[in-house]
């Protein structure tokens, strides 16, 4: 039987009132807290990479580095100035998602709680205060997400050009958009409603996308696809533990209140009849969650699509909140989840309060606290260079948190820009074969190699707070040299992941 498409409905207004009241409480708090700690290791990786501005790089697309250059260039290059860019677009996902609520039918009610409820998870808290690839991925999953159900619902066509739109931006962003569209897909295909798939805007939609993606894709495939082999290093290694922690983690990152609401939305969805054009929405979320487990993918990446959940079920879980008790008992767990939220997800601790449970919940806590204190523990060992080959010596980094670390907070102890063979560092190039100096080598690779002879632990960096992070305790290693020019040594110190 041919489903019928909803094409006329009179939806409520956007409660905008109570809506941009915690819109601007978000606001207000990450704006207040965003300069507190530092910068994240990956953050220092965006702020380097936004330096050297293409349409790819190793382990992502361009979208992220260049925003962190925009607001870097406009705010200043500070925690405080790059993550200007991260709070507008945490603000404009939670506006989004009010909107999803009022495309399902939500009322005003419906719409600030759905906000509130998407706005206070410990997952959105987190990556809301810092710049990530996954901060602006939220914002552009919701939209996609917003946009689908305004198709399914209305069979308007001309919906497919934003919807490529979306897709085509989003895989500027981060690849993992894919997933989400391949789960609507599969829904709209089983489910319906299949009348939007028949017209010409979808194709129209399709061009939009290409269009959009054609340089990231040529350069992907200029540079033999690296972020496929990153990919896989991250199935390979972390495959298994992802697999494990999948299940708990998509109740542990809304909350318990919040995963009691988006289990509720996506049960509302299956079942509402007045809902049925939305029943894609829920068919996608188990469609994600089989891939992710097939290819061990991180159990946040599904995250952004709980949240299209969420305004599906908020209605239900108010309808069951008829008596004191109840009402009692969720805002008790409430109120706890919020606690937990801001202390695991928002710098409000001391630093020197992050060791112990705060980092078992979010280890990324720890990684914003270190990073002058290393920096100014490897000009001490940068020190122990005879002045007279400093201008022939070279700063090697085993990853690229303490390379964007020394090429920001460097300067100030007069410290050469640092050189690394991960990720995209690597690209940026080697040292010229003039370099025949000392080798400074910040963590363990190539230390241990035949590549650097003569080499000595000189420095363990400490933070100074004794925070057992994962820079805590690195090796600073003094090499004489290295044991071939740097452009032949340099394709053996790549590293992906």
Same mark, same amino acid.
């Given at each position: 039987?041919?489903?019928?498409?909803?094409?006329?409905?009179?939806?409520?207004?956007?409660?905008?009132?109570p809506?941009?009241?915690?819109?601007?409480?978000?606001?207000?708090?990450?704006?207040?807290?965003?300069g507190?700690?530092?910068?994240?290791?990956?953050?220092?990786?965006?702020?380097?990479?936004?330096?050297h501005?293409?349409?790819?790089?190793?382990?992502?697309?361009?979208?992220?580095?260049?925003?962190a250059?925009?607001?870097?260039?406009?705010?200043?290059?500070t925690?405080?100035?790059?993550r200007?860019?991260?709070?507008?677009?945490?603000?404009?996902?939670?506006?989004?998602?009010?909107?999803?609520?009022?495309?399902?039918?939500?009322?005003?009610?419906?719409?600030?709680?759905?906000a509130?409820v998407?706005?206070?998870?410990?997952?959105?808290?987190a990556v809301?205060?810092?710049?990530?690839?996954?901060?602006?991925?939220?914002?552009?999953?919701?939209l996609?997400?917003?946009?689908?159900?305004?198709?399914?619902?209305?069979?308007?066509?001309r919906?497919?050009?934003?919807?490529?739109?979306?897709?085509?931006?989003?895989?500027?962003?981060?690849?993992?958009?894919?997933?989400? /569209?391949?789960?609507?897909?599969?829904?709209?295909?089983?489910?319906?409603?299949?009348?939007?798939?028949?017209?010409?805007?979808?194709a129209?939609?399709?061009?939009?996308?290409?269009?959009?993606?054609?340089?990231?894709?040529?350069?992907?495939?200029?540079?033999?696809?690296?972020?496929?082999?990153?990919?896989?290093?991250?199935?390979?290694?972390?495959?298994?533990e992802?697999?494990?922690?999948?299940?708990?983690?998509?109740?542990?990152?809304?909350?318990?209140?919040?995963?009691?609401?988006?289990?509720?939305g996506?049960?509302?969805?299956?079942?509402?009849?007045?809902?049925?054009?939305a029943?894609?929405?829920?068919?996608?979320?188990?469609?994600?969650?089989?891939?992710?487990?097939?290819?061990?993918?991180?159990?946040?990446y599904?995250?952004?699509?709980?949240?299209?959940?969420?305004?599906a079920?908020?209605?239900?879980?108010?309808?069951?909140?008829?008596?004191?008790?109840?009402?009692?008992?969720?805002?008790?767990?409430?109120?706890?989840?919020?606690?937990?939220?801001?202390?695991?997800?928002?710098?409000?601790?001391?630093p020197?309060?992050?060791?112990?449970p /705060?980092?078992?919940?979010?280890?990324?806590?720890?990684?914003?606290?270190?990073?002058?204190?290393?920096?100014?523990? /490897?000009?001490?060992?940068?020190?122990?260079?005879?002045?007279?080959?400093?201008?022939?010596?070279?700063?090697?980094?085993?990853?690229?948190?303490?390379?964007?670390?020394i090429?920001?907070?460097?300067?100030?102890?007069?410290?050469?820009?640092?050189?690394?063979?991960?990720m995209?560092?690597?690209?940026?190039?080697?040292p010229?074969?003039?370099?025949?100096?000392?080798?400074?080598?910040?963590?363990?690779?190539p230390?241990?190699?035949?590549?650097?002879?003569?080499?000595?632990v000189?420095?363990?960096?400490?933070?100074?707070?004794?925070?057992?992070?994962?820079?805590?305790d690195?090796p600073?290693?003094?090499?004489?040299?290295?044991t071939?020019?740097?452009?032949?040594?340099?394709?053996?110190?790549?590293?992906?992941?």
């Amino acid at each position: 039987m041919t489903q019928e498409v909803v094409t006329t409905k009179s939806l409520p207004a956007l409660a905008w009132r109570p809506v941009g009241l915690v819109a601007a409480i978000q606001l207000v708090v990450l704006t207040a807290l965003s300069g507190r700690y530092g910068f994240h290791r990956d953050e220092l990786y965006f702020v380097a990479a936004g330096k050297h501005l293409d349409w790819g790089y190793t382990d992502q697309p361009p979208i992220t580095p260049a925003l962190a250059w925009l607001s870097t260039s406009i705010f200043g290059e500070t925690p405080f100035g790059l993550r200007v860019v991260a709070t507008l677009a945490a603000v404009a996902t939670i506006i989004v998602i009010a909107y999803v609520a009022r495309e399902l039918g939500g009322n005003s009610t419906v719409q600030w709680v759905s906000a509130a409820v998407a706005a206070l998870g410990p997952f959105v808290v987190a990556v809301s205060h810092m710049l990530s690839t996954t901060t602006i991925d939220m914002l552009i999953w919701t939209l996609l997400g917003l946009f689908v159900l305004r198709l399914l619902r209305t069979g308007d066509g001309r919906w497919w050009l934003a919807i490529g739109a979306v897709i085509g931006v989003g895989m500027a962003n981060k690849w993992l958009i894919l997933l989400l /569209v391949f789960g609507l897909a599969v829904g709209v295909l089983v489910f319906g409603p299949r009348e939007v798939l028949r017209t010409w805007w979808l194709a129209a939609g399709v061009a939009v996308t290409l269009a959009l993606i054609a340089p990231v894709m040529v350069w992907q495939a200029a540079n033999d696809f690296p972020m496929l082999t990153v990919a896989s290093g991250i199935s390979e290694d972390d495959g298994a533990e992802n697999r494990i922690l999948f299940v708990p983690m998509q109740l542990v990152y809304p909350t318990p209140v919040g995963a009691a609401v988006w289990i509720a939305g996506l049960v509302r969805l299956w079942r509402d009849p007045s809902l049925r054009w939305a029943r894609a929405l829920a068919v996608s979320y188990p469609v994600v969650c089989v891939v992710l487990l097939i290819v061990g993918g991180k159990p946040y990446y599904s995250v952004p699509l709980l949240l299209l959940l969420i305004p599906a079920g908020v209605q239900p879980v108010l309808n069951w909140l008829t008596t004191t008790l109840r009402r009692a008992v969720v805002g008790v767990f409430a109120a706890i989840g919020v606690v937990l939220a801001v202390i695991t997800g928002l710098p409000v601790l001391p630093p020197s309060g992050l060791d112990g449970p /705060v980092l078992a919940i979010n280890k990324e806590q720890g990684e914003q606290v270190g990073w002058p204190e290393l920096t100014a523990n /490897v000009a001490r060992a940068w020190t122990q260079i005879p002045e007279d080959l400093r201008a022939t010596s070279v700063i090697f980094t085993s990853n690229y948190g303490q390379a964007g670390a020394i090429e920001h907070y460097g300067p100030r102890f007069t410290l050469p820009k640092p050189h690394s063979g991960h990720m995209s560092y690597w690209d940026w190039g080697p040292p010229s074969d003039r370099m025949t100096g000392a080798v400074l080598v910040v963590g363990g690779q190539p230390t241990q190699s035949s590549l650097l002879a003569g080499c000595r632990v000189v420095e363990e960096n400490d933070n100074g707070i004794g925070l057992d992070n994962e820079e805590q305790d690195t090796p600073i290693t003094l090499c004489d040299r290295t044991t071939a020019p740097w452009s032949v040594i340099w394709p053996q110190l790549r590293r992906f992941y």
